[in-house]
């Protein structure tokens, strides 16, 4: 019986009370329970705002969830929120087909280590930002920017 | 780097980026979904996804980079076109 590893992200709508985004979230958290699953992080972005209009909706209440369980576990997950009006959007994702207990401790403990060292750092890209603004415009006009500090075939 | 490349068009500059991936050289920056911050770097002001011979990312890391944006639309974190979604993506 091996478990594994999903991360579910899903939306919902962003204008339900807290109790009502508890409620959800506990349905789904006891559904893994009693399946035999496990819930590893529950984690709530909050509303923020769509890339595009979802529901006639431009804002969205987002979670993501972490869990272990077996894959009918997720089919069922999935029909559930299919049916539930207050999930209008969710994604299942795999990320571990056979879940290791020590590597997920040892995981949560390097996590943290560089939760502290990001504070200071940064997280994003350590390079110099590219400008695209020219690119939609003609591919040539990207390249020729990109030649002042590159070394081109010429 | 480059595989069979056709002769550009306008002008004959056999241009192709010779700068290295950013994800070979820096294996803490994952690629993901969720990682908005990374994933913006490689999408237009339009939403679009950059071609690799633009970002100088390699063939294995662009298709993650691919899957990740795609999935990151899907969950209306990025948007398909900028015309459609919303103008908080303008640079």
Known sequence: MSL???ELLFLLHPDLSQEQIA??????????EQAQGRVLTLNEWGRRQLAYEIMKQNYGFYVLLDYLGQPALMTEIERQMRIDER??????????????EEKYQAELSRREAEE???KEEG????????FFNAFEDEDESAEEDES????SED | MSAPYKKPQKGKRTFHRRKVCRFCVDPNVKIDYKNLGVLRNFVTDRG???PRRISGTCAKHQRSLSIAIKRARIMALLPYSAMAG???YRH
């Open chain 1, 4 to 6: 594994r590893r999903y």
């Open chain 1, 23 to 32: 409620e959800t979230e506990k349905k789904y958290t006891d559904l893994i």
């Open chain 1, 87 to 100: 999930v209008f959007r969710y994604m299942t994702v795999l990320l571990e087909v056979s879940f290791d």
């Open chain 1, 116 to 118: 502290q060292k990001r």
């Open chain 1, 123 to 130: 997280a994003s890209l350590p390079e110099k930002p590219v």
């Open chain 1, 148 to 151: 002042l500090d590159d070394d």
């Open chain 2, 48 to 50: 679009k996804m950059i």
């Open chain 2, 86 to 88: 919303s103008s908080q």
